[in-house]
């Protein structure tokens, strides 16, 4: 399958139930893998680098243990990165929140699509969500990505955003998407055939915590908001409830 280019353009346990198993910025265009000889050194390094790197098995998973496993994930967009501090799952079946629940078209987009394709949509008509395509053969669905703490790129963020603060770079869906240039040409588009977009593992064990979802109506009961327990970067804290609520 050849590159896309610049013209292409846990409580996770009972909540399983739910599924059944109950034109602005650019894409990067860097390659990811330069042409030409190397020294053994250069290639060994590669080798490593290559075995850090997220696969497309990472998502082929349900949609609540992708969006906790992501939590503590570097993702890295052109020369701008940051660690994944907050995620959304949303499920395929039995989710009236989901895009699947009410968006004619979105059967089929998961139905043809791998998993780890991007979803990328206009919220309220004004700013890009970033999602990841999840499909196994029990459940599908969806991972928002809702924050990130800036490891890189950090001058460029500022510039993009218009921001003084480093908090609020990347401190919700939308932000997130202006400080690292995403907006609808990557909709469809499978993440692994971009260049210069790559997503590595945690290093460590992450603290993750749940909560629910923001900005929604209907199912709105799911604690299926993730977040790196403790973080300074997420949109907004957890939300304490009484007892059985």
């Known amino acids: 399958m050849r590159r896309v280019r610049r013209s292409d353009f846990d409580k996770a346990s009972s909540d399983r139930l739910a599924f ?15 042409a030409g000889r190397r020294s053994a050194t250069t290639q060994d390094s590669d080798a490593q680098f290559e075995a850090r790197r997220i696969e497309r098995s990472f998502f082929e998973t349900d949609p609540l243990t992708c969006a906790r496993s992501l939590i503590g994930c570097e993702l890295r967009w052109g020369r701008a990165a940051g660690i994944i501090v907050e995620t959304e799952a949303y499920a395929e079946f039995g989710d ?4 699947t629940f009410f968006r004619k078209s979105m059967p089929e987009f998961v139905r043809t699509r791998k998993p780890g394709t991007l979803y990328v949509y206009l919220n309220y008509g ?10 196994s ?3 599908n669905g969806f991972v928002l990505v809702r924050a990130l703490e800036p490891t890189a790129g950090v001058d460029l963020m500022f510039q993009r955003r218009g921001v003084g603060d480093i908090r609020a770079l990347c401190s919700g869906p ?4 202006q400080a690292l240039a995403i907006d609808g040409a990557c909709n469809g588009v499978d993440f692994f055939e971009l260049a ?4 590595f593992p945690r290093k460590g064990t992450a603290k993750v915590e749940t909560d629910r979802r923001i900005g929604i109506n209907r199912s709105a009961e799911f604690d299926w908001r993730f977040l790196l327990v403790a973080s300074k970067f997420v949109s907004a804290r957890k939300k304490t409830r009484p007892r059985g609520n």
Do not use: Q
């Open 196 to 199: 210069d977009v790559e997503l």
């Open 174 to 177: 939308g932000k997130l998407t």
């Open 20 to 34: 059944g198993v109950p034109t602005s910025p650019r894409l990067p265009t860097s390659p990811r893998r330069r």
């Open 137 to 139: 053969p029990h459940s």
């Open 126 to 135: 004004m700013h890009w969500l970033l999602n990841f395509l999840v499909k």
């Open 96 to 99: 009236e929140a989901s895009h």
